[in-house]
């Protein structure tokens, strides 16, 4: 999914070429650059749009199962699973007598009481402490019970297919234009060099990473003038704590989007400060800087290997990376996961 960011009216202004001789030298526009990180002080922020799936496990506590149909429950990885019980709703709000609760995990085995990944309670309620990847796949639960002391012991049958979900791995992917020297110069590729360091290092603090997606530089025929050096910049700027290892930390002003909406928010006042140094410049402009209104901003999400959104057939969690069920895969950092006509397990990541 993603929603873009309109980038600020140009300015006619900075498009001008430089003038010969200008004092302020290729090195100079370096340094110019390098002032911005001491000036761009952090600032909170918060994503407008937070994925729902984020407080499903929070607001769904206790899960109850159907006679008619399999329950689809979803648990984060890595995560304490929701109460998933043995009753259907009418039998929750019913008494038993002598009731015997027996579950089954996938592949039929039976799972003991004293199981280290799961627990059954004495009131047959089924819970995970750190769902794993592995645990996914279809559950029974066997329920035996009297309605009454009177009648007879009564057989229930009921099925859950728990899945595993993850947060899907989200970044902001960035586009910006500088006016440029000649294209075969060797200042544009010092320049990209010096601008990446510049932009990691702002993020840094915040846990995130700038990754260089692609540089080009064109020459673009402007409207009623002659023509000039552009370099176009792609760049995207993520999370460190996906899959390379534990959270940063855990408190809640740490989630990842809200270090990634605060990451936004300092490239963004980065590019703004210098258009405002320009704006204040007696000298011509240098041959090398940012072109006014170019920045523009997407939000994307992504689902890992494995993982996919569908709408359909999660309509209880449409914005969770789910792991693909059986007969499906997803090979790459894509949205959905992709059927396949192999006999495939929870999570494939390719079609083999």
């Known amino acids: 999914m993603e929603a873009s960011a309109p980038g600020r009216r140009r300015r006619r202004g900075w498009r001008r070429a430089p003038a010969a001789g200008s004092p302020l030298t290729r090195a100079a526009v370096v340094l110019l650059l390098s002032a911005f990180v001491a000036r761009a002080t952090p ?87 750190n769902f794993e990847e592995g645990m996914s796949g279809v559950y029974t639960c066997f329920l035996e019970y009297k309605p009454t002391v009177e009648e007879i012991v009564k057989n229930l049958q009921l099925k859950y297919v728990i899945y595993a979900y993850r947060e899907p791995h989200y970044y902001y992917q960035f586009t910006a234009r500088y006016h440029a020297a000649p294209c075969n110069s060797i200042y544009n590729i010092s320049f990209e060099k010096k601008l990446l360091q510049i932009l990691s290092k702002l993020v840094l603090d915040l846990s995130c990473e700038v990754s260089l997606l692609k540089s080009e530089c064109h020459r673009v025929k402007m409207q009623r003038a002659g023509l000039q050096n552009e370099l176009f910049f792609t760049f995207s700027v993520s999370s460190l704590d996906t899959e390379k290892g534990p959270k940063p930390c855990t408190d809640h002003s740490c989630e990842s989007s809200k270090r990634l909406s605060k990451a936004k928010n300092l490239i963004e006042r980065f590019f703004n400060q210098q258009i405002e140094v320009l704006g204040r410049r007696a000298e011509p402009l240098p041959e090398i800087y940012y072109i006014e209104g170019t920045l523009q901003m997407v939000w994307i999400n992504r689902c890992f290997p494995g993982y996919g959104m569908n709408t359909l057939k999660h309509p209880k969690c449409p914005e969770c990376c789910v792991i693909c069920s059986p007969g499906s895969y997803n090979p790459r950092d894509g949205t959905h996961c992709l059927q396949c006509n192999s006999s495939l397990a929870f999570g494939a990541k390719a079609c083999v």
């Open 43 to 129: 600032s909170v922020g918060y994503l407008i749009r937070l994925p729902r799936s984020f407080h499903l496990t929070q607001d769904t506590v206790k899960i109850v199962g159907s006679s008619n149909f399999p329950v689809k429950v979803y648990v984060m990885l890595h995560q304490k699973s929701p109460h998933v019980l043995c009753v259907t709703p009418r039998l929750r709000n019913s008494e038993m007598i002598d009731p015997s609760f027996q579950w089954h995990g996938p592949r039929g085995k039976i799972i003991s009481v004293e199981n280290s990944t799961a627990q059954v309670t004495s009131t047959g309620s089924l819970i995970f402490q």
